[in-house]
């Protein structure tokens, strides 16, 4: 099955064309859980394996999430929006999304009356342990 590409509209983001933005929610619990990129290809892994595959603008390639982590995202509904500019996925999580331990990416909050974010999600896994080989910021 091939994803209906030629719906959505394309943008270009640090210099790569043909990208859309994938904004990803548990199926459950109805929380955001990161936001990437996507291009026709990711997308057709994506349907093909049933598990979220993104284009990287930072590794400019495609990866499947969990590559490393294991903590993989299983595709349970895909939804664009009215605009045809972003695509919902709701995934079953495995683990944490967010590449600093965190089931979401979006873990901090802002503090309206400190001006500052607060932490308010809770880590479900180590991130020394999983990239401990990896360059990656924490």
């Known amino acids: 099955m091939e994803f209906p590409w030629k719906k959505l509209r394309k943008r270009s983001i640090d ?4 990208l859309s933005l994938a904004i990803v929610q548990d199926s459950e619990t109805n929380e955001i859980l990161m936001v990437a ?5 990711a997308l057709n892994r994506t349907l093909n394996t049933g598990e979220m595959h993104y284009y990287s603008t930072t590794k400019r390639r495609i990866w499947r ?7 993989v995202q299983k595709v349970d ?4 929006d009215c605009d045809g500019d972003a695509v919902l996925f709701r995934v ?3 683990g944490g999304a967010c590449h600093n331990g965190y089931k979401s990416c979006f873990y901090r909050k802002f ?4 001006g500052d974010f607060i932490i308010v999600g809770r ?3 180590n991130p020394e342990r999983i990239y401990k080989n990896k360059n990656k910021k924490l």
């Open 15 to 18: 210099g790569i064309d043909d």
């Open 37 to 41: 990129f996507t291009n026709e290809e």
């Open 65 to 71: 999430k969990g590559e490393s982590s294991g903590n």
């Open 77 to 80: 509904e895909i939804y664009i």
């Open 92 to 94: 079953r999580q495995r």
């Open 111 to 114: 503090d309206m009356n400190k």
């Open 123 to 125: 880590r479900v896994f």
